[in-house]
């Protein structure tokens, strides 16, 4: 079956910068929408940043012109650039994808998902 793997967490500094990763292999026909989610202690699940096959990106506010979403669709993977990192940005991330994994079969796929700390 599919699987997403996450890679690129880590502890950062205050200002810094870190790029996660997010690949996708498996039995893919197609996939109609790729994100990330973070979610911090306490706090519900949100969507940071994602966009469809159509073009359409959403930022969540907090991290607008911050943050870069980007997805090669020929090699199947997600990045998502994190510039200017703060305190609040301290959360799991994690990849999710909409695949068709045949002509009529759609699930929705989640990975194991990556820690971001940032801390001085």
């Known amino acids: 079956q599919v699987q997403l793997v996450e890679s690129g967490g880590g502890l950062v500094q205050p200002g810094g910068s870190l790029r996660l990763s997010c690949a996708a292999s498996?039995?893919?026909?197609?996939?109609?929408?790729m994100g990330w989610y973070r979610q911090a202690p306490g706090k519900q699940r949100e969507l940071v940043a994602g966009f469809t096959d159509g073009g359409t990106i959403n930022y969540l506010d907090s991290v607008k012109g911050r943050f870069t979403i980007s997805r090669d669709n020929a090699k199947n993977t997600m990045t998502l650039q994190m510039n200017s990192l703060n305190f609040e940005d301290t959360a799991v991330y994690y990849c999710?994808?909409?695949?068709?994994?045949?002509?009529?079969?759609?699930?929705?796929?989640w990975g194991q998902g990556t820690q971001v700390t940032v801390s001085s």
């Open positions: 999710n994808a909409d695949i068709w994994v045949g002509i009529t079969t759609r699930v929705n796929w």
């Open positions: 498996g039995r893919i026909f197609g996939i109609n929408f």
